[in-house]
């Protein structure tokens, strides 16, 4: 078996999948997951994250296809419930209600909020020009990213403070429901 490592292959499939899985832009999320769930497992999310990438990069067109599913409808289906997180954000107000949740690190936070349809969808884009080893390594570096924020969220909570927050979990549900628009307006022509 031959592997063919490339420093570009690997810089660009990091770069596009730091801008779809967006764990920056999550911040205001995760606080408030953290809030309502109590301590967040980076570990667990980081882990289930990105087995699910993985094995979504290997199997995940084989997977759609047998449950009669094309990447363009998940990737609408994933634009809805990236736009639902973004109306959470920006009124204020809670869609996702669970009785007694115990944790959030599986649902909502590897699926779908790291590791969610646009991130999987990106993985299958990547897989038709990349090698497989570039986008593995690729997802590990962003899965270490990830990693380091959802482990610092309480202090760079601390740090911006609750207004700052407020502003930044605003701003990014805005940036949030524009991707939402995006992904959905990309392949809603695709099904019709």
Do not use: C, W
């Amino acid at each position: 078996m031959e592997f063919h490592f490339d420093l570009r292959e690997i810089a660009t499939a990091s770069m596009v999948l730091f801008a779809v899985i967006d764990i920056l832009g999550s911040i205001p999320i995760i606080i408030g997951l953290r809030k309502k769930v109590g301590h967040i497992q980076s570990e667990k999310a980081s882990v289930v994250a990105a087995i699910i990438m993985v094995a979504f990069l290997f199997l995940g067109e084989e997977i759609l296809n047998l449950i009669g599913i094309d990447v363009n409808s998940f990737a609408v289906a994933g634009a809805f419930i990236i736009f639902f997180l973004a109306i959470e954000m920006i009124l204020g107000i809670q869609l996702y209600k669970d009785d007694e949740p115990e944790s959030a690190s599986i649902v909502p936070i590897a699926f779908p909020l790291i590791a969610g349809a646009g991130t999987l969808t990106s993985l299958l884009s990547l897989r038709a020009e990349y090698y497989v080893e570039n986008i593995i390594i690729a997802i590990v570096v962003n899965i270490v990213f990830v990693f380091i924020v959802l482990k610092s969220s309480v202090k760079i909570e601390k740090m911006l403070g609750k207004n700052g927050v407020n502003v930044i979990r605003k701003v990014f549900g805005v940036i949030l429901m524009a991707i939402a628009v995006k992904l959905f307006a990309a392949n809603i022509n695709e099904l019709f």
